[in-house]
């Protein structure tokens, strides 16, 4: 069975107190990812329905190697820098995607 694609799960739980700190570094790292990377194909942000302070990431990327260049991206090292503390927990898992059934 061939891979179709490379994807980051990444699961954070926000201190709460820095909540409203942490999403628009958030969200403008998800979208200088998806405008800036051609590797990047779908950077999806999630939060709980019963937490507000846990998100979860669903990033789509064509390779391992254009997350690798994610990971270097001016964009992400300076959100990882200025979010890192902000965080009470972040758990990365990745997968190889190997069916994508897209929209409909």
């Known amino acids: 069975m061939s891979v179709s694609g490379y994807i980051v799960v990444v699961e ?3 201190r709460p107190e820095l909540g409203s700190a942490f999403m ?3 969200l403008a790292n998800a979208a200088q990812s998806l405008a800036q990377e051609p590797g990047c194909m779908v950077f999806d942000v999630c939060r709980a329905s019963d937490d507000a302070n846990r998100l979860l990431l669903y990033e789509v990327y ?7 260049a ?3 991206s001016p964009h992400f090292l300076s ?3 200025a979010s890192s503390a902000m965080m009470a927990s972040k758990q990365v898992r990745v997968f190889d995607q190997l069916v994508h059934g897209g929209p409909k």
């Open 12 to 14: 954070i739980v926000v």
């Open 24 to 26: 628009p570094l958030l």
């Open 62 to 68: 064509v390779d391992a190697g254009a997350f690798e």
């Open 70 to 72: 994610h990971l270097k």
């Open 79 to 81: 959100f990882d820098a």
